[in-house]
């Protein structure tokens, strides 16, 4: 059982190439079972045209996936998507554009939980929150504000 989080995640690297990612517009989501943000984002990506398959993860296995992709502490948030990565809830739009680009990056990342981002939602509240690309080396820049 624990081999398959590695091996999905073998799998995601194969669809991280670009002419992959440029193909498809199917993303899989590894998050907490109990986690009700992580299934709100999920709603928000397939409002927005992406086929979504939800995989629920233990704490380690999560942790375990996110340190195989790369991210960081620094920019974890409770949920990763895979094909190009996407970390936390980062808005359909800016994955769209992510995948259109096609920019020789590991993903995005949209650290913690910023009140306003998708499957954050709370009403008329929102905070300002920064779409982060995260490069190859580790670095990362501002790919969208909101």
């Given at each position: 059982?624990?081999?398959?989080?590695?091996?999905?995640?073998?799998?995601?690297?194969?669809?991280?190439s670009p002419a992959f990612a440029a193909m498809d517009s199917s993303i899989e989501v590894?998050?907490?079972?109990?986690?009700?943000?992580?299934?709100?984002?999920?709603?928000?990506?397939?409002?927005?045209?992406?086929?979504?398959?939800?995989?629920?993860?233990?704490?380690?296995?999560?942790?375990?996936?996110?340190?195989?992709?790369?991210?960081?502490?620094?920019?974890?948030?409770?949920?990763?998507?895979?094909?190009?990565?996407?970390?936390?809830?980062?808005?359909?739009?800016?994955?769209?554009?992510?995948?259109?680009?096609?920019?020789?990056?590991?993903?995005?990342?949209?650290?913690?939980?910023?009140?306003?981002?998708?499957?954050?939602?709370?009403?008329?509240?929102?905070?300002?929150?920064?779409?982060?690309?995260?490069?190859?080396?580790?670095?990362?820049e501002v790919f969208a504000h909101h």
């Amino acid at each position: 059982m624990a081999m398959r989080p590695l091996l999905a995640l073998s799998l995601a690297m194969l669809w991280a190439s670009p002419a992959f990612a440029a193909m498809d517009s199917s993303i899989e989501v590894w998050k907490s079972a109990t986690c009700e943000c992580c299934g709100n984002w999920v709603k928000h990506l397939e409002a927005n045209g992406f086929a979504t398959k939800v995989d629920p993860a233990e704490p380690a296995a999560l942790a375990e996936i996110k340190r195989e992709a790369g991210i960081g502490n620094k920019h974890a948030s409770c949920h990763t998507a895979e094909g190009y990565v996407i970390e936390g809830h980062g808005p359909a739009p800016d994955i769209e554009r992510l995948v259109s680009e096609q920019p020789d990056a590991v993903g995005l990342t949209v650290p913690g939980m910023p009140v306003g981002s998708p499957g954050m939602e709370q009403g008329a509240e929102s905070e300002p929150y920064d779409v982060l690309l995260i490069r190859r080396a580790g670095t990362t820049e501002v790919f969208a504000h909101h």
